[in-house]
């Protein structure tokens, strides 16, 4: 599996302020309630992050050869850690859209604004929680004493 790359992340960002833009101009067009993002989603995404952290520090240990763990328990946090960077990536855009949309009108609901602007907040945490995670489940490139002993095992 390869690294997550800025090119999608920014991609996904980009669908998501779109979308939570125009889901709320339409929205607001038809005379109903916008969509706001309530606190608890910005307290379940650091929630999250914080999860994901814990559970990609065991991971790191094992790559850095302190001990050894369950490769398909490190394949799981990869895993979790990719899915989480691009939701993330389009929750944030989402997010952005919506903090636009509202702070575009001409009377700001403060705690509209403030609640969409804490699940930026806690997009963007996730997101980058998600990338360190991601980087912590990397071996490390291997040293030229690795491909000498590597060498004659393979002969």
């Known amino acids: 599996?390869?690294?997550?790359?800025?090119?999608p992340l920014l991609l996904l960002a980009l669908a998501g302020a779109v979308v939570g833009f125009a889901a709320d101009t339409l929205l607001a067009g038809q005379g109903?309630?916008?969509f706001v993002p309530p606190v608890s989603l910005a307290i379940a995404l650091v929630l999250i992050?914080?999860?994901?952290?814990?559970g990609a520090w065991p991971v790191r240990r094992a790559a850095s050869g302190e001990r050894r763990i369950d490769p398909f328990y490190a394949t799981r946090i990869v895993v979790l850690a990719k899915a989480s960077a691009l939701g993330s990536a389009l929750l944030a855009g989402a997010a952005a859209?919506?903090?636009?949309?509202?702070?575009?009108?001409?009377?700001?609901p403060l705690g509209s604004?403030?609640?969409?602007?804490?699940?930026?907040?806690?997009?963007?945490?996730?997101?980058?929680?998600a990338l360190v995670a991601e980087h912590f489940c990397s071996l490390p490139p291997p040293t030229d004493d690795d491909e000498a002993d590597a060498a004659p095992a393979a002969g």
């Open 49 to 54: 992050a914080a999860a994901l952290l814990a």
């Open 32 to 34: 109903r309630p916008v």
């Open 97 to 108: 859209g919506i903090l636009i949309y509202l702070l575009s009108r001409t009377v700001v």
């Open 1 to 7: 599996m390869t690294r997550t790359t800025p090119g």
């Open 113 to 129: 604004a403030l609640t969409t602007g804490a699940a930026l907040v806690g997009a963007v945490v996730l997101l980058a929680v």
